[in-house]
């Protein structure tokens, strides 16, 4: 799977919109972008993923750029409750088989009042 | 709906002692994991179970034993425990295929190796 470089943290303000990006510059045209946070102490909880595709759900939208080296992780609203660790994951469609995901160090988003 | 359920959430070992650590998923995924989560880092794959009856290495394995018992219950065992192993313990799991990379978490076990 492609590695992925994300900053080690950022902030933003409550009830601004939360850019997080993620290079991937080595990504292969069969990787998909995974995200996922985790809040302090608890699992990682999936957020959202795409191929190529700006994708939107309920939680964020992700936008990939054209040549699909890099995305961002967009929160449209943050609150406090999304202060967590955001991991960007690159990982390739694995057919029939499921061989787990590779976390980095993700981006410590903090979420000021 | 329950999720992914681990225990226990906590546990305190001496070296050398052994354990195992119980996960569950209500969701008839046919994949499931275990990572570690060590301070100040991301999480590490130890095994993983593709399907029922299949189990493999992930990038940190020594120490450890996997079972996948039935389609619902994946257990990771230690059988000597070393600080080393002094850790977060998630389970995972998640459909096969193009839904393999949305994996669901269950809530960790923390544990300690003194």
């Known amino acids: 799977d492609a590695k992925t470089t994300q900053p080690p943290s950022m902030d933003c303000a409550e009830g601004r919109a939360a850019n997080l990006p993620c290079n991937h510059s080595t990504i292969s045209g069969n990787e998909y972008v995974y995200w996922y946070r985790q809040i302090h102490s608890q699992g990682p909880q999936y957020i959202i993923h795409?191929?190529?595709n700006n994708e939107t759900n309920e939680m964020a939208s992700l936008i990939i750029t054209e040549d699909r080296k890099s995305s961002t992780l967009i929160l449209p609203h943050a609150t406090l409750r999304d202060t967590a660790v955001y991991y960007c994951?690159?990982?390739?469609?694995?057919?029939?088989?499921?061989?787990?995901?590779?976390f980095g160090k993700g981006t410590h988003l903090i979420i000021q009042p | 709906n329950a999720g992914v359920t681990q225990t226990p959430k906590f546990q305190v070992l001496k070296t050398g002692q052994s354990m195992t650590l119980q996960c569950a998923q209500d969701m008839n995924h046919n994949s499931m994991y275990w990572y570690r989560q060590d301070p100040g880092m991301g999480l590490r794959l130890i095994y993983y179970?593709?399907?029922?009856?299949?189990?493999d290495k992930g990038e940190v394995p020594n120490g450890y034993n996997v079972s996948r018992l039935n389609k619902r219950e994946f257990s990771l065992r230690l059988e000597s425990a070393a600080p080393s192993q002094t850790s977060v313990y998630f389970c995972a799991s998640s459909e096969r295929g193009l839904e393999g990379g949305k994996a669901f978490f269950g809530q960790g076990t923390r544990l300690t190796v003194v």
């Open positions: 795409g191929l190529k």
């Open positions: 179970s593709a399907s029922e009856g299949t189990t």
């Open positions: 994951i690159v990982r390739a469609y694995s057919g029939g088989g499921a061989d787990g995901l590779t």
